[in-house]
């Protein structure tokens, strides 16, 4: 990129119909008429089967509690504390203290009584917090669990492995739903989740292609701030199938034309870096900060979705990687037919996001690549248990492939407590000069 290079930026104009969802969303699960959830009951299925119960609605752990860390910090801070003073320690993810802390309260952040769970079906997750979480709400309030689990295995692919594990997760699946049936006199909607599964796989789709432009195309027309502002919705944030496909063709089609139009996330960009996991969502000031330098963030293989969703091809392309998956002929029509069709014959979850972090941790810098980017920022986090699991061996890869590494600590992106904000700006000023670049 030359030197003083200026490319012209624009307001993003998505914005307002993002915001639009993200509050319509907000509003259906603070509904007293609908049967309230804590969980996440789609994870590694390809769709949400809660949107299929139509008295029902999930609410997980994630978005609600990193949205109580970044809308009002002090609220965030009284509900870790009404944790904390119960026994719970602050190893936990930060997300689980603010979401378990406002139930201890029993009101949101404008005094309005917390929505009370009345199921739990835990995120099945690498990250063990992920199962722990369902058992709080549910020791709280004396009501039903369910858990599913997360199938993986280390390894080349293997027909037999993923044939067990995706009997298991169908098994687990039918469980769920008939108790729920059952219990809640609630009946299935197989119509429904065929719809949302389409739905999903058309999202997913728009979401690669944003993911690539913003890789490939210097300079990127969308930065991580502006990704994490929209990423959960459709998916942790629950929004109707047909706005969820064209919400993200909307996305998608922005994101092209300020491509093709070098229409700049970052007007004076001249140095472009990735990092591992979400910010402490208290302080995405830093994201700013960094652009003072002329520095983007391309954002991680968590906030693109699913891991290295990309690979390198022999030509030196980029293409998506290939998973196993059924046949585009393939009838669903049964709630069984449904089941293993979101399973999928890979039964791993999610392309392997954290698959890719703890088995292949050299994705990191494939990763890094694909982005053209110069350097990473690695959060070294003190709670939530698989949160910094294998970091300091992803810097070595990354520093391997030519990339500067800077680390930082805090606690966890839901909980500001041991985020030094002055110091991370101060380490900030000082990687940037050392890399010969000025504000």
Not at 138 to 164: C, K, V
Not at 283 to 306: D, I
Not at 394 to 416: I, K, N, T
């Amino acid at each position: 990129m030359a030197k003083g290079q200026i490319w012209e930026t624009r307001p993003l104009e998505f914005w307002n119909k993002a915001k639009e969802l993200r509050a319509g969303w907000q509003k259906s699960i603070e509904s007293v008429e609908k049967v309230v959830g804590q969980g996440n009951c789609g994870y590694g299925t390809g769709f949400d089967w809660s949107q299929a119960f139509p008295a029902l609605t999930i609410i997980e752990d994630n978005p609600v509690g990193s949205m109580m860390q970044n809308k009002n910090e002090p609220y965030a801070r009284r509900a870790r504390l009404a944790s904390e003073v119960r026994g719970w320690g602050r190893e936990v993810c930060g997300y689980q203290g603010n979401c378990w802390g406002g139930q201890f309260l029993g009101y949101i952040e404008d005094d309005s009584p917390w929505p009370r769970r009345k199921l739990v079906v835990p995120m099945p997750c690498v990250c063990d917090q992920h199962a722990k979480r369902g058992q709080q709400a549910r020791d709280f309030e004396n009501m039903p669990q369910w858990m599913a689990d997360l199938t993986m295995y280390a390894g080349p692919y293997d027909p037999q492995r993923e044939e067990a594990m995706l009997e298991h997760k169908v098994y687990c699946f039918f469980r769920i739903i008939n108790d729920i049936e059952r219990i809640f006199g609630q009946k299935f909607d197989e119509e429904k989740v065929h719809e949302l599964m389409n739905a999903n796989a058309v999202r997913s789709e728009y979401s690669k292609e944003i993911s690539y432009i913003m890789a490939r195309t210097i300079p990127t027309p969308l930065s991580v701030k502006d990704l994490y502002s929209v990423y959960t919705i459709g998916g942790l944030t629950k929004v109707d199938p047909e706005e969820t496909v064209n919400f993200w063709k909307m996305v998608r089609d922005e994101v092209k034309w300020r491509a093709d139009n070098h229409i700049a996330a970052v007007g004076n960009e001249r140095f472009r870096w990735i990092e591992a996991h979400p910010p402490s969502w208290h302080y995405m000031k830093y994201y700013r900060y960094m652009e003072e330098y002329g520095a983007v963030c391309l954002g991680s293989q968590y906030s693109h979705g699913a891991g290295s969703t990309f690979e390198e091809q022999p030509d030196g392309s980029w293409k998506p990687r290939v998973e196993p998956a059924y046949p585009d002929d393939t009838t669903v029509e049964t709630r069984e037919d449904i089941f293993r069709y979101g399973a999928s014959p890979n039964a791993r979850p999610l392309g392997g996001m954290k698959f890719d972090e703890y088995i292949y941790r050299w994705r990191i810098a494939e990763f890094a690549k694909f982005m053209q980017a110069d350097g990473a920022l690695l959060p070294i986090w003190r709670h939530g248990v698989g949160c910094t699991l294998t970091r300091k061996e992803q810097a070595m890869y990354l520093r391997d492939a030519g990339l500067s590494v800077m680390h930082y600590e805090g606690s966890q992106p839901g909980d500001r407590t041991d985020l030094d904000e002055k110091r991370l700006l101060d380490q900030l000023d000082t990687w940037m000069q050392s890399l010969g670049f000025s504000r």
